[in-house]
C-alpha cells in the first residue's frame, strides 16, 4: 500500500504562484510513476502533468503548459507542482497519483492508469 499526502494548496489571485507538495509513503521502496490531477465543480477529472520514476520525463496539458512544472526528489518519496501565472480556471482540487510500472520512462495521462491517490488539496484562484 502506498499513502499519498497533498499539501500546499490555498487561495491566491490571478497572477500568483502556489507549490504543491505531494509526500509518498508505504511502499516507496520502488519509486513510481507520478502524476497530478484536478477536479473543478461540476467537472470532470482532468489531467494536469505527470513525471516518469526517475524525473526524465514530464508531460504537462496544454492548458498548463508554460506555467506548471513538476518535479520530484526521490530521496524525499516527494513530488511538487510548481504553479505560476495562475488562472481563475485553475480553481479546482488538485490530486496526486502514483503509478507503480516497470518502465523508467513511462508517463501516465488517463487517471486509469494509476493505482493510488492522495485526497485532495483545494487551490482558489480569485480573479
Known amino acids: 500500500q502506498v499513502q499519498l499526502v497533498e499539501s500546499g494548496g490555498g487561495l491566491v489571485q490571478a497572477g500568483g504562484s502556489l507549490r504543491l507538495s505531494c509526500a509518498a509513503s508505504?511502499?516507496?521502496?520502488?519509486?513510481?510513476?507520478m502524476g497530478w490531477f484536478r477536479q473543478a465543480p461540476g467537472k470532470e477529472r482532468e489531467f494536469v502533468a505527470a513525471?516518469?520514476?526517475?524525473?526524465?520525463?514530464?508531460y504537462y496539458a496544454d492548458s498548463v503548459k508554460g506555467r506548471f512544472t513538476i518535479s520530484r526528489d526521490n530521496a524525499e518519496n516527494t513530488v511538487y507542482l510548481q504553479m505560476n501565472s495562475l488562472k481563475p480556471e485553475d480553481t479546482a482540487v488538485y490530486y496526486c497519483a502514483a503509478a507503480f510500472t516497470s518502465g523508467y520512462n513511462w508517463i501516465g495521462r488517463s487517471s486509469t492508469e494509476y493505482d493510488y491517490w492522495g485526497q485532495g488539496t483545494q487551490v482558489t484562484v480569485s480573479s
Open positions: 508505504g511502499r516507496t521502496f520502488r519509486s513510481p510513476a
Open positions: 513525471i516518469s520514476r526517475t524525473g526524465a520525463i514530464t
